[in-house]
């Protein structure tokens, strides 16, 4: 019954930004680590960034270091991310996850959202 439902995506021109949410049901999200991953057609599902439970630790991967960023509302049990001067590579299905801690987060994490769909046009 855990769920987390991405919402926010949608077409955005190169340059422009984005802001992503995460709403989490069935679990609080005050108990877990945090994280986003993005999948392109035909290519794996990446690690983007994750957070740990308070928010006192962030990690990012260099492919969107500096130009997005991961946050939470544990009070509104809802996990963000903010994106900025967006790229036609960053075209994919963003989904968001929950882990035991932010190393689950990256090498495996406990829950995944749906996804939701990020098109950059060039």
């Known amino acids: 019954q855990v769920q987390l439902v991405e919402s926010g995506g949608g077409l955005v021109q190169a340059g422009g930004s984005l802001r992503l949410s995460c709403a989490a049901s069935g679990l609080s999200v005050n108990n877990y680590a945090m994280g986003w991953f993005r999948q392109a057609p035909g290519e794996e599902r990446k690690f983007l960034a994750s957070?740990?439970?308070?928010?006192?630790?962030?990690y990012y991967a260099d492919s969107v270091k500096g130009r997005f960023t991961i946050s939470r509302d544990n009070a509104k049990n809802t996990l963000y991310l903010q994106m900025n001067s967006l790229k036609a590579e960053d075209t994919a299905v963003y989904y968001c996850a929950a882990g035991r801690n932010t190393a689950t987060i990256s090498t495996g994490p406990d829950y995944w959202g749906q996804g939701t769909q990020v098109s950059v046009s060039s």
């Open positions: 957070i740990s439970r308070f928010g006192g630790n962030t």
